[in-house]
């Protein structure tokens, strides 16, 4: 008989889970291309990022195991400072590397999908590395389509980078 306890819970996240939010995003910058930030992110920058969020009214969502560890995160965050550009939401969303390939970047990017509709923005964002052929085709998968390509904007693991822009329109007035 299946344990429902054994589920993975997807929630949103709270102060305690930034360590673990910390040391998922800092594995993605020490080891892979996925994002472009070169340095670990301290504890206290974590801690402002997500007190911007709270602020601002942003989700951070988290999957946790039956021991309330976090195996990915997932949030929204404005796409451009400027005013005009406030109905718009880029994501973001890392997956610790021993939970990959099991559902739940797909579980947390549905998830701010509905946040982003439930909150009335307009249009979603994700910028991902030409070479993440996962990102770019769970984006793909749930809806979103390629809207752009910047040539050799980003320099990680000494190779120049292409960015993929992918949008989902959330309210369509057509
Ligand atoms: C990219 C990432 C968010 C995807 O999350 P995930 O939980 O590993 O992926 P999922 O298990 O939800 O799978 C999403 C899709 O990719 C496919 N996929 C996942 N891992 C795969 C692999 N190793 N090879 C091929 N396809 C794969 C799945 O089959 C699924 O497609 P489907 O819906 O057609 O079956 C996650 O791997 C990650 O955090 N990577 C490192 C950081 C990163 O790249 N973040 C995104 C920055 S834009």
């Not at 993975?8 to 305690?16: E, N, V, W």
């Not at 406030?86 to 610790?96: A, G, H, K, L, P």
């Not at 990017?109 to 439930?118: R, W």
């Not at 000494?158 to 992918?166: L, T």
């Given at each position: 008989m299946s344990d429902s306890?054994?589920?993975p819970i997807l929630r949103d996240a709270t102060y305690a889970d930034l360590p673990e939010i910390n040391d998922i995003y800092n594995h993605a910058v020490l080891n892979t291309a996925a994002t472009y930030d070169e340095v670990p992110q301290t504890l206290q920058e974590r801690l402002h990022w997500y007190e911007y969020h709270l602020a601002?009214?942003?989700?951070?969502?988290?999957?946790?195991?039956?021991?309330?560890?976090?195996?990915?995160?997932?949030?929204?965050s404005a796409f451009h400072p400027m005013p005009g550009y406030r109905n718009t939401v880029e994501?973001?969303?890392?997956?610790?590397?021993?939970?990959?390939?099991?559902?739940?970047?797909k579980m947390?990017?549905?998830?701010?999908i509905e946040c982003a509709k439930e909150k009335g923005y307009h249009a979603m964002i994700a910028?991902?590395?030409s070479e993440n052929t996962i990102s770019v085709h769970?984006?793909?998968?749930?809806?979103?389509?390629?809207?752009?390509?910047?040539?050799?904007?980003?320099?990680?693991q000494g190779a120049w980078r292409d960015v993929v822009y992918m949008e989902l329109l959330l309210q369509r007035h057509d």
């Amino acid at each position: 008989m299946s344990d429902s306890s054994q589920k993975p819970i997807l929630r949103d996240a709270t102060y305690a889970d930034l360590p673990e939010i910390n040391d998922i995003y800092n594995h993605a910058v020490l080891n892979t291309a996925a994002t472009y930030d070169e340095v670990p992110q301290t504890l206290q920058e974590r801690l402002h990022w997500y007190e911007y969020h709270l602020a601002n009214g942003y989700p951070v969502v988290v999957v946790t195991d039956s021991r309330n560890r976090v195996l990915g995160w997932g949030s929204l965050s404005a796409f451009h400072p400027m005013p005009g550009y406030r109905n718009t939401v880029e994501n973001s969303i890392y997956i610790s590397e021993r939970a990959q390939g099991k559902g739940f970047g797909k579980m947390i990017l549905h998830k701010l999908i509905e946040c982003a509709k439930e909150k009335g923005y307009h249009a979603m964002i994700a910028l991902i590395d030409s070479e993440n052929t996962i990102s770019v085709h769970m984006h793909d998968n749930a809806g979103f389509s390629e809207v752009g390509r910047l040539k050799e904007v980003g320099w990680k693991q000494g190779a120049w980078r292409d960015v993929v822009y992918m949008e989902l329109l959330l309210q369509r007035h057509d």
